[in-house]
């Protein structure tokens, strides 16, 4: 059943419906709760606290579940470019593992919102690990 249809016109006994009919299919899926096996598979506090919306941050992520988009929120993206352009800027010649890992971090993150980007990370990726092997290298033969 389609959560967006049932909550389109705005109505208590709808929005009721609409959130306990996946709150339902997980319990038959991960079978009733039992507190003393397993955890109950939904969080009470979240799904309380959670507006509901068909655009909703979750995970980190702005989630629309109407045009089906999943993207990082601007102030994150604001974080990356504010990043990139202090720290990595073109006259740049060298840069420190914590430098790489934390610029890979978070784009890591934003590519779960742009697919075309884990390309680049993945190239961002093989080009630290080469220049960490001829660093590698360079110390142990200079090394005394």
């Given at each position: 059943?389609?959560?967006?249809?049932?909550?389109?016109?705005?109505?208590?006994?709808?929005?009721?419906?609409?959130?306990?009919?996946?709150?339902?299919?997980?319990?038959?899926?991960?079978?009733?709760?039992?507190?003393?096996?397993?955890?109950?598979?939904?969080?009470?506090d979240k799904l309380y606290e959670m507006i509901i919306n068909f655009i909703n941050k979750i995970l980190g992520f702005i989630v629309n579940t109407?045009?089906?988009?999943?993207?990082?929120?601007?102030?994150?993206?604001?974080?990356?470019?504010?990043?990139?352009?202090?720290?990595?800027?073109?006259?740049?010649?060298?840069?420190?593992?914590?430098?790489?890992?934390?610029?890979?971090?978070?784009?890591?993150?934003?590519?779960?919102?742009?697919?075309?980007?884990?390309?680049?990370?993945?190239?961002?990726?093989?080009?630290?690990?080469?220049?960490?092997?001829?660093?590698?290298s360079y110390l142990i033969c200079t090394n005394k």
């Amino acid at each position: 059943m389609d959560g967006n249809i049932i909550t389109e016109v705005y109505q208590i006994d709808r929005i009721e419906q609409s959130a306990a009919t996946p709150i339902v299919a997980l319990f038959i899926l991960m079978g009733g709760s039992n507190i003393v096996v397993q955890q109950d598979p939904i969080s009470w506090d979240k799904l309380y606290e959670m507006i509901i919306n068909f655009i909703n941050k979750i995970l980190g992520f702005i989630v629309n579940t109407r045009d089906m988009k999943i993207q990082a929120p601007p102030d994150y993206i604001a974080q990356v470019v504010k990043l990139m352009t202090n720290t990595w800027h073109k006259g740049r010649k060298s840069f420190t593992l914590k430098e790489a890992e934390t610029l890979t971090g978070l784009l890591n993150q934003i590519t779960q919102g742009a697919p075309w980007l884990k390309h680049m990370v993945l190239h961002m990726c093989t080009s630290i690990s080469h220049a960490l092997g001829s660093n590698t290298s360079y110390l142990i033969c200079t090394n005394k």
